[in-house]
């Protein structure tokens, strides 16, 4: 075997021995049909020497050859159609156009004594062979023409596959690079005397070759530079253009599979390509996934900034979340169409639809975030806007209080329920789940203020006190009261547990309806009505005491604050801790009029001028008493003011006289001492002084009142520690 020099395409010439060849031996008519066979079934043409001398003889050599040949053409199932091409050697003077129409008749001959399958009984010489009949000279006598006919036969070798060459038919034809397999399966078949299946063989050959060629091309992508970087970078994030690029890195590789397996057979071909595609798109597939992985977290976190900058920015929250959903789907869409592989069928149908569950569930979530963010606004207004007015109307309690408690509810209410109604107008919510929210609201805010009441009620002792003691200790102009005596005690005393016990009666109940309740009146004839007080003492307790119970008429359970029991515990409790407040104001009121009545009484008064009045004379004609007196009366106002006699009785009596009692001897002496060393000064020491005063002493009685000042101040003085001046003694 050996390559034709010169001749294109690559043409290939096997050299077989002919039919009397001394190689073979004598009758081994089964290595002539094996070669034979062999020969038909690699070869696109069959070259045929035969003598020219031979061609019309019954018993010509190749004569033989040709029956092999046609035997074992019945051998190949389905062959393809050879070109049998007779060289007719040393040609002589007979033209060929004589000799050639023996020849093929000789060959029709033989071809239809041969046996066939019932298939191919009325079968043409033409379906299995083209026959091609050349002379050429004796090389030995005409060597020049000789040469000049074997090259005009070289000629036609030339392109001798091409549309009407010499090869014909290339049904069967077996590619260059699968051929020395191909020749090797079909004489391991021939030599185990197997029938040869050509089309089978061809197939075998085509999966065979077409499989290692994929094989190939796969393990050329795998180590692909273009692919592991392609591969690397979409496992860190996104790649743009990765449809693209995966896309011309697989069609690369596929066409290069194509042109290499171009000339198998078609089915194997197609079916090898289809497996190489499989295995492609499954090594690509992890690595696609993960870039729709990165375009989904991507296209989700895009859509939170943007649905969240949407809010912000004031628009809607169903309308941003509508154009956002709507805008970053198509985004995903797009990012897919970059990201999708075309030999691939994939569905990205569960991608897609996850990235809208995960939106959707954003999207919930912010929804309810906004929606409790609101709520918990709007509670939070109306928790400020409740709380401390009831706590003051409360406080404050009277007539009016649960009116404009009712009052300020609706009114905090209706301006609540509105602004959360503006709201949610954004939201796109039906109106079921709209009226539930305002609803709710509604309850809120009511229980704010039931919340606040029983907050309320559970200090209404400490407020009934303070209320009592605001009333009790100060007066009507909130200025503290002093017990000066003149005061009704009981009167005021009164009034302030009527006020107290109206507290109790507010607190006793919530009464945020119009329901009209006896609890003020019940109170009141229970706790301060002393008449009905004495009824319950003289008559049955559970019969006629309105407080023996645990609830209150009218009133539901619910809505009570504090119990009638527990009413009358509190007033219990609340009357003898401010039973003390009284007794003190008594006892002040008392103390203050011990301390401003010291003064005899008028009846004593005018008992002392009728009967002073002989002594009152006798002053008026002896005016040295009268001096003597006022001496006295100088000595007894400086012993009152040194010995501060009035804030001593001011504990009592007793306390004022062991007080005074301790004092008055020092104070005595003291006067006395002060007195001594007045009368050893000089008498110059003051020498205007003692001449102004005696003519003016006894001349009327303002005169007698400025000295009696002037007496006094010096007195005074002398208790302080200043010198000691006294005009009565100089007189």
């Not at 943007?306 to 154009?323: Q, R, T, V, Y």
């Not at 062991?658 to 009368?679: C, D, I, Q, W």
Request: hydrophobic fraction near 40%.
């Amino acid at each position: 075997m050996a390559k034709c020099a010169g001749i294109e395409p690559c043409t290939l010439v096997m050299d077989l021995e002919g039919t009397d060849g001394r190689e073979r031996g004598e009758d081994d008519t089964a290595f002539e049909k094996q070669s034979a066979l062999f020969a038909l079934a690699v070869s696109d043409i069959v070259l045929i020497n035969m003598w020219c001398h031979d061609i019309g003889r019954e018993q010509a050599a190749n004569k033989p050859l040709l029956k092999t040949v046609f035997q074992v053409m019945m051998r190949l199932f389905s062959p393809r159609k050879t070109t049998l091409m007779f060289v007719i050697r040393d040609k002589t003077r007979t033209p060929l156009e004589n000799l050639e129409p023996v020849l093929r008749e000789d060959i029709q001959k033989i071809w239809d004594s041969v046996p066939k399958p019932q298939a191919h009984k009325e079968t043409p010489l033409s379906e299995f062979f083209n026959v091609e009949v050349v002379a050429l000279s004796s090389y030995e006598e005409k060597e020049e023409q000789f040469k000049e006919q074997v090259a005009n036969l070289r000629q036609r070798f030339f392109h001798s596959i091409a549309p009407g060459g010499l090869a014909g038919d290339r049904r069967g034809v077996v590619p260059a690079s699968g051929f020395s397999f191909s020749a090797q399966q079909i004489w391991k078949v021939i030599k185990e005397n197997k029938d040869l299946d050509l089309p089978a063989h061809k197939v075998m050959v085509a999966t065979v070759r077409c499989e290692e060629i994929a094989n190939e091309k796969f393990a050329g992508f795998t180590a692909n530079e273009d692919w592991c970087l392609l591969e690397e970078a979409v496992q860190s994030g996104p790649v743009a253009g990765f449809g693209k690029k995966l896309n011309s890195i697989l069609y690369a590789f596929l066409s290069e599979y194509d042109a290499e397996a171009t000339y198998f057979d078609e089915g194997v071909r197609s079916a090898k390509r289809k497996q190489l595609e499989e295995k492609l798109l499954q090594l690509v597939q992890p690595a696609h996934q993960s870039m729709l992985g990165h375009l989904r977290s991507g296209t989700l976190e895009k859509f939170k900034e943007a649905f969240e900058k949407a809010l912000n920015g004031g628009e809607g929250f169903s309308m941003a979340a509508c154009n956002c959903t709507e805008s970053y789907m198509a985004l995903f869409d797009e990012g897919y169409a970059d990201a999708v592989v075309e030999l691939a069928n994939w569905d990205s149908s569960k991608i897609r639809d996850k990235l809208r569950r995960d939106i959707d569930a954003h999207v919930a979530s912010v929804r309810a975030s906004k929606l409790s963010e609101l709520t918990s606004s709007c509670e939070a207004k109306l928790n400020e806007a409740l709380s401390g007015p009831v706590e003051a109307l409360l406080d404050g309690a009277s007539n009016e209080t649960w009116p404009s408690i009712r009052k300020l509810l609706q009114h905090e209410t209706e301006s609540a329920v509105s602004g959360l109604s503006s709201a949610l107008s954004g939201f796109d919510m039906d109106e079921k789940t709209k009226d539930k929210m305002l609803l709710s609201l509604e309850d809120y805010a009511r229980g704010v203020v039931e919340a606040k009441a029983r907050e309320e009620a559970g200090r209404v002792l400490i407020r009934m006190k303070d209320r009592f003691s605001t009333l009790f200790s100060h007066d009507s102009d909130s200025m503290p009261r002093v017990w000066t005596g003149k005061e009704d005690i009981r009167a005021i005393t009164k009034t302030a547990r009527s006020a107290s016990l109206k507290l109790l009666s507010v607190m006793a109940a919530i009464r945020l309806d119009d329901n009209v309740d006896n609890i003020e009146n019940a109170l009141s004839t229970a706790l301060v009505d002393n008449k009905s007080n004495a009824a319950v003492t003289d008559r049955s307790i559970t019969t006629f005491d309105p407080l023996a119970s645990s609830t209150w008429e009218q009133v539901p359970p619910a809505k009570t604050l504090i119990t009638p029991v527990q009413c009358k515990s509190l007033w219990r409790q609340f009357r003898a801790e401010t039973e003390y407040s009284v007794t003190q104001a008594i006892s002040a009121q008392e103390a203050n009029k011990r301390s401003n009545n010291w003064l005899p009484p008028p009846w004593a008064i005018v008992a002392l001028i009728v009967l002073g009045f002989n002594e009152f004379m006798t002053l008026l004609r002896n005016p040295l008493y009268l001096g003597v007196i006022f001496v006295g009366f100088l000595i007894i106002k400086a012993l009152w003011v040194q010995l501060d006699i009035s804030g001593e009785f001011r504990n009592g009596a007793l306390p004022g006289l062991l007080s005074l009692s301790t004092k008055f001897l020092p104070t005595v002496m003291n006067l006395l001492r002060k007195l001594a060393e007045e009368g050893q000064m000089p008498a110059t020491n003051n020498p205007q002084r003692n001449p102004a005063v005696a003519p003016k002493s006894f001349q009327n009685g303002s005169t007698s009142s400025n000295m009696s000042s002037s007496a006094s101040s010096g007195v005074t003085s002398s208790g302080n520690g200043t010198e000691y001046s006294s005009p009565t003694k100089e007189e």
